[in-house]
């Protein structure tokens, strides 16, 4: 390859003789004189897009396999070419002939030095290689005979193997298995004759080794007497005294090592080899579990003398051996001091443990002595919470906390307890990961077992959190009702300050509950950690609607209150403070709106939360050896290991069917899901009383008015001589004027609510359904009529818009260009000034119907006063108003005989399908007004 590169080298860069550069600069005028004809645009374009400098093109092309002499020439003089390119593209003049000349000896000399310099890179390279073959060679045969040796050694094993093939081989395998066979059976004879004859002399040396007392000596005698008890087993004579005497030895040794062990014990706070000394000592006899036992037991035996000298309010200082602690204090800032206590002891075994077990015993240890520090006190645990429970029961304690309450601060820090302790724990399994043969899944399991215990005081009231959320807001509810009733209670007469102070407090105690009901959600999620959640989240759902209907109880009664006798005392104050009550709705709406969002994001974290605990457990339960046993645990995961172990169960369900699992859970976090459906009917039931109040307060004038108009002379007052004298006509009649003036003074009434905006965006949202407290003076007209109360045609019938297509239409609605906030504001007075309206107008109609005749005259007075009314309606600009029977009975009052028989002709024939009923409605008022008028129909 060098031989190749070096022969291209010298045909690349042979020396230019003179002739040559003659021959090239030839070549170049001619390239030159071409280009100038034809394609001097293109070099200018090509310099001017070129930004590689031209040493470089050059030198690049030198070592390209493109490399031609006219391809050089033309990058190496195309800058004068485009610099001396004349404008109106003549040719070249002498001089720019003589620059080229210049420039081709300059490109000539330096052809020729690099050609040197190439020529001495060649030679070097040359020098080098001639250098390195002789050693290659060298190499090449050394290889060649190593192969030939391999070839060689590879051809006799081949000859070898043939020739073995037809060997047979069943009696070297024979000949293996018996000498095997022969040693197993010479190692035991050796034991059996070794322990037969060392027996007597050892049993000998025990009673003079106890007696000294030399321990160590006497264990290890004992030791090899049980080994030699086990290699005499198959001897026929001697095994029952052998296993009589062993007996009795251990005795005797376990005698003298009880009390060596229990000074170890003592001393261990301050030496540790005589503990160690007794585990070497226990471990030579196979009695490790004895010796644990005992150490476990005598570990924590300060912090139980701890516990046990606490007396809730005595006085009494109690000298633990861990801390002189006066136990004036309540359980609840007692318990986190004690726990402070056993994290120490905790820290002190992980240190502890490891020098006298060492690293496979060690992380066992650490967790035994957890358990043991509540073990005997796990009873006491759940008598002094009982205790706890039932004085709270009664009364608070001194922090004001309630029995539920004090639960939840026990169980928090105990949380945080089990969370330290477990990082102690883990710590002293990954201290010694590497040279120990315990697994993290062993462990994780150990420990999770621990923890339940631990918690188990707890568990019967993570059972029964339901129940005592409602025990524990029934107390707090019941000073809130007594507040909600003693704000409308008082209240004697309709006054404006009455409402103005009722509404007020009412306000104020709309949202009162909902941080009782937070408070709720943060133990729910602290004490089912997403178990049994259903339960618990009735409990709440019973709060909110206990509160919801105490407040629509207190609206209805100040209600009741406000309509007696508010026709005679009635201002424009009375609207505009009643509509104030619709924020006490509003209010209610907007917290239990967050709440519910709130309460859907806790549920969505707590199926998180399953979710991954679960797929920690799996993957401790199938032993997956990618399991690393974490370093520490928090709050949230110590609390669904508790949660699980005491409140998993198989067959609970939910409102839904929804068995307790993970995808019942975010079922609850999505918004297709009522979580508080008792509230939610509730607080239809306060938005329905804050709308009968605002509707009662507006209607009382004019329902006053109409009260008794179907019992007045003029209807059946007969015409006479002086009507004609009357030069103004027949005017309406003041009952009705009063209505009208009413309704005109209603909407600047209703304006200075609806110009605030924060109390409009409040109320708004309250307003649905309001048209139906206007239904009941429309059942009192069907009624009237004999027509059975059917809700969809009683709601159609007081619309009045299906009843166009069989009347005639007298006003049409106008659509006004508004800006968005007055149109929000004129829509939300509208809505008020409709169903009024519509009420107006229903009883209105119910008490025409009940007029017992009425005369032509009498015709005439209740014409006047319809068409009236339905000015006044017209003229506020309400959709929908007049109603269409306004103006229809107004038109009935001057139809005869012909004129009625032929309007029912014509709509006879539409009476089918769905109109049907409607029409009947239509005909019975017909009927009725026509049997008042005497026309026979």
């Known amino acids: 390859e060098r031989e190749r590169e070096r022969e291209r080298g010298r045909k690349l860069f042979q020396p230019v003789s003179q002739s040559e550069i003659v021959l090239y600069m030839e070549y170049a005028n001619e390239s030159f004189s071409y280009q100038n004809h034809s394609g001097g645009e293109m070099m200018s374009a090509t310099t001017k897009t070129s930004s590689v400098p031209v040493e470089e093109r050059l030198n690049s092309l030198l070592i390209s396999n493109q490399f031609s002499v006219a391809s050089y020439l033309d990058i190496a003089l195309q800058d004068i070419i485009a610099k001396e390119q004349p404008a109106d593209e003549s040719k070249l003049d002498s001089s720019n002939n003589?620059?080229?000349?210049?420039?081709?000896?300059?490109?000539?000399?330096?052809?020729?030095?690099?050609?040197?310099?190439?020529?001495?890179?060649?030679?070097?390279?040359?020098?080098?290689?001639?250098?390195?073959?002789?050693?290659?060679?060298?190499?090449?045969?050394?290889?060649?005979?190593?192969?030939?040796?391999?070839?060689?050694?590879?051809?006799?094993?081949?000859?070898?193997?043939?020739?073995?093939?037809?060997?047979?081989?069943?009696?070297?395998?024979?000949?293996?298995?018996?000498?095997?066979?022969?040693?197993?059976?010479?190692?035991?004879?050796?034991?059996?004759?070794?322990?037969?004859?060392?027996?007597?002399?050892?049993?000998?040396?025990?009673?003079?080794?106890?007696?000294?007392?030399?321990?160590?000596?006497?264990?290890?005698?004992?030791?090899?007497?049980?080994?030699?008890?086990?290699?005499?087993?198959?001897?026929?004579?001697?095994?029952?005294?052998?296993?009589?005497?062993?007996?009795?030895?251990?005795?005797?040794?376990?005698?003298?090592?009880?009390?060596?062990?229990?000074?170890?014990?003592?001393?261990?706070?301050?030496?540790?080899?005589?503990?160690?000394?007794?585990?070497?000592?226990?471990?030579?006899?196979?009695?490790?579990?004895?010796?644990?036992?005992?150490?476990?037991?005598?570990?924590?035996?300060?912090?139980?003398?701890?516990?046990?000298?606490?007396?809730?309010?005595?006085?009494?200082?109690?000298?633990?051996?861990?801390?002189?602690?006066?136990?004036?204090?309540?359980?609840?800032?007692?318990?986190?001091?004690?726990?402070?206590?056993?994290?120490?002891?905790?820290?002190?075994?992980?240190?502890?443990?490891?020098?006298?077990?060492?690293?496979n015993t060690a992380p066992y240890m650490v967790s035994k002595v957890l358990a043991e520090c509540f073990r005997p006190l796990i009873g006491s645990f759940s008598t002094r919470l009982d205790t706890l429970t039932s004085t709270n029961n009664t009364q608070t304690s001194n922090n004001g906390s309630s029995q539920l309450e004090s639960i939840c601060t026990l169980y928090e820090a105990t949380l945080q307890f089990l969370s330290l302790a477990y990082e102690t724990v883990a710590g002293g399994w990954h201290d010694v990961a590497d040279a120990t043969t315990a697994s993290g899944t062993e462990v994780y399991r150990h420990i999770a077992k621990v923890f339940g215990q631990i918690s188990s005081p707890f568990a019967p009231y993570q059972q029964s959190l339901a129940q005592m959320e409602r025990q524990h807001s029934y107390s707090s509810q019941t000073l809130i009702q007594k507040d909600i009733q003693q704000a409308v209670g008082s209240i004697s007469q309709p006054t404006v300050a009455a409402l103005q102070d009722a509404t007020e407090k009412l306000q104020n105690l709309a949202s009162f509950v909902f941080p009782m009901a937070e408070a709720a959600l943060a133990r729910l999620e602290l004490l089912t950690g997403g178990y049994q959640v259903c339960l618990a989240l009735e409990s709440i759902d019973s709060m909110l609607n206990n509160h919801a209907s105490e407040l629509a109880v207190a609206i209805q009664t100040l209600s009741a209150t406000m309509s007696t006798n508010l026709a005679s005392s009635f201002n424009d104050m009375h609207v505009s403070s009643s509509l104030e009550i619709l924020k006490v709705a509003g209010f209610y709406q907007n917290s239990l709106s967050d709440f519910e969002s709130k309460t859907r994001e806790r549920m969505a974290v707590l199926q998180q939360r399953r979710v991954t605990h679960n797929m920690l457990e799996k993957e401790v339960s199938e032993d997956s050896k990618s399991f690393l046993l974490p370093d520490a645990l928090s709050v949230v995961e110590i609390d669904s290991i508790l949660t699980k172990a005491a409140l998993l169960v198989e067959e609970n369900s939910c409102r839904n069917g929804d068995n307790d699992s993970p995808g019942a859970l975010l079922r609850l976090s999505n918004n297709d899901f009522t979580l508080f459906p008792h509230a939610a009917e509730a607080f239809g039931r306060l938005k329905r009383s804050c709308h009968t109040l605002i509707f009662q307060v507006c209607s009382a004038v004019p329902c006053q008015n109409l009260k008794d108009m179907s019992s007045m002379d003029c209807w059946t007052k007969s015409s006479s001589s002086l009507d004609s004298l009357d030069s103004y006509g027949t005017l309406p009649q003041p009952y009705i004027t009063q209505v009208g003036e009413h309704m005109l003074a209603l909407v600047q009434a209703l304006e200075p609510f609806a110009s605030s905006a924060e109390s409009l965006a409040i109320a708004k949202r309250v307003m649905l359904g309001v048209r139906k407290v206007a239904l009941q003076p429309w059942r009192d007209l069907f009624a009237a009529i004999g027509v059975n109360d059917d809700s969809t045609v009683l709601e159609s019938f007081m619309e009045g818009t299906a009843l166009y297509d069989y009347i005639e239409r007298s006003f049409d609605d106008e659509d006004l260009e508004e800006d968005e906030i007055t149109r929000a504001q004129h829509d939300f007075c509208n809505q008020w000034l409709d169903v009024v309206g519509l009420a107006i107008t229903g009883r209105l109609l119910e008490r025409i119907l009940c007029i017992p005749r009425l005369s032509s005259k009498g015709c005439e007075h209740l014409a006047t006063d319809l068409n009236y009314l339905a000015n006044v309606l017209a003229a506020l600009g309400v959709t929908g108003h007049p109603h269409p029977l306004v103006s229809h009975i107004s038109d009935l009052c001057y139809s005869n005989e012909t004129k009625w028989k032929e309007m029912l002709k014509e709509r006879q024939p539409k009476a089918v399908g769905s109109n049907k009923s409607m029409i009947s409605v239509l005909c019975a008022v017909e009927e009725r007004f026509a049997a008042m008028r005497g026309i026979a129909i």
């Open 98 to 359: 003589e620059e080229l000349q210049r420039r081709m000896a300059e490109l000539a000399l330096q052809l020729q030095l690099q050609t040197q310099t190439c020529h001495e890179e060649i030679g070097r390279i040359g020098a080098e290689l001639q250098a390195i073959l002789p050693r290659c060679a060298t190499d090449i045969g050394r290889v060649g005979l190593g192969l030939e040796g391999i070839r060689l050694d590879a051809s006799q094993l081949l000859n070898e193997c043939a020739q073995l093939q037809n060997v047979e081989v069943s009696s070297s395998l024979e000949t293996l298995s018996t000498l095997h066979a022969l040693r197993s059976n010479l190692s035991h004879t050796k034991d059996i004759l070794q322990a037969a004859a060392t027996w007597d002399s050892t049993l000998d040396s025990i009673a003079a080794l106890l007696a000294q007392p030399n321990l160590p000596a006497a264990v290890l005698s004992l030791a090899q007497l049980e080994a030699g008890e086990r290699a005499l087993q198959g001897m026929p004579s001697g095994l029952e005294e052998r296993k009589k005497a062993l007996e009795e030895i251990r005795v005797s040794v376990q005698a003298l090592l009880q009390p060596q062990l229990q000074h170890a014990l003592q001393t261990m706070h301050t030496r540790l080899a005589p503990l160690q000394q007794c585990v070497q000592l226990y471990q030579s006899l196979d009695k490790m579990d004895a010796l644990q036992k005992e150490y476990i037991a005598n570990r924590p035996s300060n912090l139980h003398k701890a516990w046990f000298a606490y007396r809730g309010s005595s006085t009494t200082g109690v000298n633990t051996g861990i801390k002189s602690v006066l136990t004036n204090d309540s359980f609840i800032t007692w318990l986190p001091t004690w726990y402070d206590a056993v994290l120490s002891l905790l820290t002190e075994e992980r240190r502890q443990s490891l020098s006298v077990f060492g690293p």
